[in-house]
């Protein structure tokens, strides 16, 4: 008996102190103390990109001579030498020229934990890391033979990678018709996501929205929305009267 009430003593006290964790992160306060902070974090990636994008040759050489040694060399990045290390991970060793996307991304988050604005985060969230992901192999599949000299890896290590798998796979044809097809398919995706939940509202509320109306093959009246609700015009017709 003594065991089992410790045990439960336990897992009571793990619980209770789950929740405070959740009712702490749920504070609009904190969650807007941590929305500056996103804030802040993407002004430090905007100066980063547009630093690296414009000096990033000589940071890039100062990366590579503080790494192979204890010496510290001098970087131009505006952000510093974390803003410089941020920039060639994220496009160089990551995502590439896709990367970008990351800084609205970011926004996104501050914007939603400040509640400046409300929208469904998980789905922006969503599009923006298949935006990353197939804009990181279109890059690398387009450009990246052409500026493979360029300090700037235009898909970055991801994309070169996932070129490198599918041309040996599938070969160049089959490359193109898989991002042709996956990028038909994320747009209709999209298309059947404001369909299905437009503003969180439902199928039906949103066919009544726009006056929609159903017409039944070989069925010998109209089925139509009224009220959020199917209804027959036959049967309408006999309440009217």
Not at 16 to 31: A, E, G, I, P, W
Not at 113 to 136: D, Q
Not at 144 to 149: A, Q, S
Not at 150 to 155: A, I
Request: proline share 2%; aromatic share 16%; with cysteine.
């Amino acid at each position: 008996m003594a065991k089992k009430n410790n045990k439960k003593g336990i897992f009571s006290s793990i619980r209770d102190s789950y929740r405070k964790v959740v009712l702490f992160f749920k504070n609009h306060n904190v969650q807007f103390v941590f929305g500056l902070f996103f804030a802040a974090f993407a002004i430090f990636l905007l100066s980063s990109f547009i630093s690296f994008f414009s000096k990033g040759a000589s940071d890039q050489s100062a990366i590579e001579i503080a790494a192979a040694s204890a010496v510290d060399a001098p970087v131009v990045n505006t952000s510093g030498k974390s803003g410089a290390v941020v920039a060639e991970y994220l496009i160089n060793d990551c995502f590439g020229w896709a990367s970008l996307v990351f800084l609205p991304l970011v926004v996104l988050v501050a914007i939603r934990l400040m509640r400046l604005a409300h929208f469904k985060l998980g789905r922006w969230m969503v599009y923006g890391f298949f935006t990353i992901v197939w804009s990181s192999l279109l890059f690398s599949f387009a450009f990246g033979d052409f500026l493979e000299e360029n300090y700037v890896s235009p898909g970055g290590a991801h994309g070169d990678y996932l070129k490198a798998v599918f041309v040996e796979n599938i070969g160049v044809v089959g490359l193109i018709l898989l991002l042709v097809v996956s990028l038909l398919l994320f747009m209709i995706y999209i298309s059947v996501g404001i369909l299905l939940a437009n503003d969180g509202r439902s199928f039906l509320t949103f066919c009544e929205r726009i006056e929609c109306c159903i017409f039944v093959q070989n069925a010998p009246h109209t089925i139509f929305f009224q009220n959020g609700t199917f209804v027959s015009s036959a049967f309408y017709l006999i309440a009217e009267h």
